[in-house]
């Protein structure tokens, strides 16, 4: 490509990526024919996020744009912006809605303020594995809670995981249900994630991730729940003393984009994206538990003591947990909880 040409072609890409953010943010008109979108046009895409890029999330994101950059022969650009860089924890839904991002993958917990239904994956031992929780996604329960973010304009169009949840804290080790009395822990912006704590008599504090380790540090809280791989990235484990691999709860995410600016993409760049996401979970789902594992391993290489918690130990949590079930039935979604009762009911011995 000659001098100008690459001038020419840098400039339509230009063009083409600030008509689809001003469209996805502020009309319904569509600005090109996009049933087809031209030979010369070039799609920027951006991906913000709020973790490393060493974990499942982080990870994900890159191979996605990898595989959005070979499918479309390099004409359509995903620009990943790991830890918040565009949009931080807590603004990033914002930034969506705006249309100053086009793609996302805030955890379920973040979703709780606007639709509070997402908050069942953050019941505590609701899911025995894996499998349970992509039968919850990929059934009735999932297709329900994915219809809901259409009232916020947003489109859901996959999950990926992260992981199984684990809890530190600098002041005790985390054994029993009573070992909890007293502390504050950060949570993220979920409900049952704060009756989760209060079950065990505890404080949740919700704190944005980005601003966690900070709180730790300072002793603003005493702990924190987690996945390896978000403790060991963002260091979480230097600022704290113990830690109970209590494999409590499920981290997952939903990838997210404005309708709008979806539905103004062309159908083949729809395709391509489409056709990269189902790679990309699949690839996620296959590896997440193991670079869980494998964080885990370097964590335990630190200071940090950590416990595995036994059967005895969890079905004492678990039975604290109780009132947690309660209020979800009670306060969000008492139609789901039946079969979220009955995951559960499967993983007694
Ligand atoms: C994330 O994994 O996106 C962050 C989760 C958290 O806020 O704890």
Redesign the pocket.
């Given at each position: 490509m000659s001098g100008g040409q690459k001038r020419r072609f840098r400039f339509v890409a230009l063009v083409v990526s600030l008509a689809l953010l001003a469209l996805s943010g502020c009309g319904s008109q569509r600005a090109v024919d996009h049933e087809q979108w031209g030979s010369e046009e070039k799609i920027v895409i951006t991906f913000s996020?709020?973790?490393a890029e060493n974990?499942p999330?982080g990870l994900a994101a890159r191979r996605f744009a990898n595989l959005v950059r070979e499918k479309s022969k390099g004409r359509m650009l995903v620009e990943v912006f790991p830890n918040g860089q565009l949009a931080g924890?807590g603004e990033e839904i914002q930034a969506l809605q705006d249309g100053r991002v086009h793609l996302i993958?805030?955890?379920t917990?973040?979703l709780a303020a606007l639709f509070p239904a997402w908050q069942v994956f953050d019941l505590p031992y609701a899911f025995p594995d894996q499998e349970a929780v992509v039968t919850t996604m990929e059934g009735p329960i999932g297709q329900k809670l994915f219809r809901t973010l259409q009232r916020g304009g947003l489109r859901g169009l996959v999950m990926w995981d992260?992981g199984w949840k684990q809890m530190t804290s600098s002041r005790r080790p985390l054994i029993t249900p009573e070992d909890f009395v007293g502390q504050r822990f950060r949570v993220?912006p979920s409900r049952v994630l704060v009756e989760q704590f209060k079950a065990l008599g505890a404080t949740a504090v919700a704190i944005?991730?980005d601003q966690?380790f900070r709180a730790l540090e300072t002793r603003q809280v005493d702990g924190q729940e987690?996945?390896p791989s978000?403790i060991y990235w963002k260091k979480f484990h230097e600022v704290q003393w113990y830690m109970t691999v209590s494999n409590h709860g499920y981290?997952g995410?939903v990838v997210l984009t404005n309708n709008l600016y979806w539905e103004n993409l062309p159908k083949d760049v729809q395709l391509i994206l489409t056709e990269a996401l189902a790679e990309t979970t699949a690839w996620v789902r296959e590896n997440a538990g193991r670079l869980n594992e494998r964080d885990l391993d370097h964590i335990r290489m630190g200071r940090i003591e950590v416990h595995f918690q036994t059967e005895q130990e969890r079905k004492a949590w678990k039975a604290a947990f109780s009132p947690v079930y309660d209020y979800f039935a009670r306060e969000v979604d008492a139609e789901r909880i039946q079969a979220i009762r009955e995951l559960e009911r499967k993983q007694e011995p």
């Open positions: 996020h709020v973790v974990t999330k924890d993958a805030p955890s917990g973040k992260n993220q944005p991730f966690t987690n996945t978000n981290l995410y």
